[in-house]
């Protein structure tokens, strides 16, 4: 069982964890601008790594390589003024967010490049670690239930956690791009590889893969036993086994889809590597623009 990362102390490390912060934002972007955040043209959302709906207000989020924004009239506006890179983006309740990432390079008070679990109860203006901070960095977060799953990419190993995220278990190791899991049964968990789909049904223990399986990037159960999913070539799938798909629609073109988000099986938000977010009304059959990047941004 992993226990919450104890905090590091300040002085003398903070310089040198900063340097590494850096660093790994540049691995987690397509592009690494050169920024000073109170004197160079700001750098938009970045890479985009998860998208939700407020449920207390039906705002939509998007969270990137350069903070959380709110997405509004075709325009998205940063969170608090925060640059956090945003990893494994999730909305569990009313404006209650889990993410991972990385602190701003700038942030004074970063301690780790890793920051762990961390929680958010304001709607992402502030944000208190809960655990692993220093040790794990979340790529995808799955709320099931009781049950929370994370993609740690530092061990490559799914963790999972009964009390909330405070403490973990490390499960299976394998290469995923995303998570699928549902309250109902939470001790299935699908996995989208990029090449293909794996399942578990032991809560994340061991996984078999799925034979037919299209090369999922993106997947999602927003109903008992309905997956959803992106395919790389930009076709939105849907099935109820895992084996056999049912072409729904597909995103506009544009760049190759990253993000997908299940609001209900009905609306659902998606996102490509041109850091476009979309959104569909009609079970993905049709998709709108939601947000380009050439958009401004606003920070509040």
Not at 63 to 74: E, I, P, Q
Not at 82 to 103: E, I, K, N
Not at 123 to 150: I, M
Not at 201 to 206: E, L
Request: proline share 6%.
């Amino acid at each position: 069982m992993i226990t919450p990362a104890r905090i590091l102390p300040r002085g003398g490390r903070t310089a040198a964890l900063l340097a590494a912060a850096v660093a790994l934002l540049a691995a987690c972007s397509t592009s690494d601008p050169d920024q000073n955040t109170t004197t160079a043209a700001d750098p938009g959302t970045g890479h985009l790594h998860g998208l939700g709906v407020d449920p207390s207000d039906n705002t939509v989020y998007a969270a990137g390589h350069h903070g959380v924004f709110r997405l509004s009239d075709g325009k998205a506006a940063r969170v608090a003024g925060r640059y956090q890179d945003t990893m494994g983006f999730t909305v569990t309740g009313p404006s209650t967010f889990l993410a991972s990432g990385h602190p701003s390079p700038t942030d004074p008070d970063a301690r780790s490049p890793h920051l762990g679990l961390i929680r958010s109860t304001d709607a992402g203006r502030t944000w208190n670690t809960l655990s692993a901070e220093g040790e794990a960095d979340f790529h995808a977060l799955e709320q099931a239930g009781s049950t929370l799953y994370g993609f740690d990419s530092q061990s490559g190993k799914l963790w999972a956690s009964t009390d909330g995220g405070r403490t973990w278990d490390q499960r299976a190791a394998l290469p995923l791009l995303d998570l699928a899991a549902h309250a109902q049964n939470p001790d299935t968990v699908w996995a989208a590889t990029g090449k293909g789909l794996e399942r578990s049904t032991d809560a994340g223990r061991t996984f078999r893969a799925v034979p037919a399986a299209l090369g999922l990037v993106a997947v999602d159960e927003p109903e008992p036993g309905l997956l959803i999913a992106l395919a790389a070539d930009g076709r939105f799938v849907n099935s109820r086994d895992g084996r056999t798909w049912t072409e729904n629609g597909r995103l506009p073109e544009g760049g190759e889809p990253t993000v997908l988000a299940a609001v209900t099986a009905q609306r659902l938000l998606a996102a490509d590597s041109t850091d476009t977010v979309y959104e569909s009304t009609d079970a993905g059959r049709t998709w709108t623009v939601l947000h380009r990047p050439s958009a401004a941004i606003d920070n509040h």
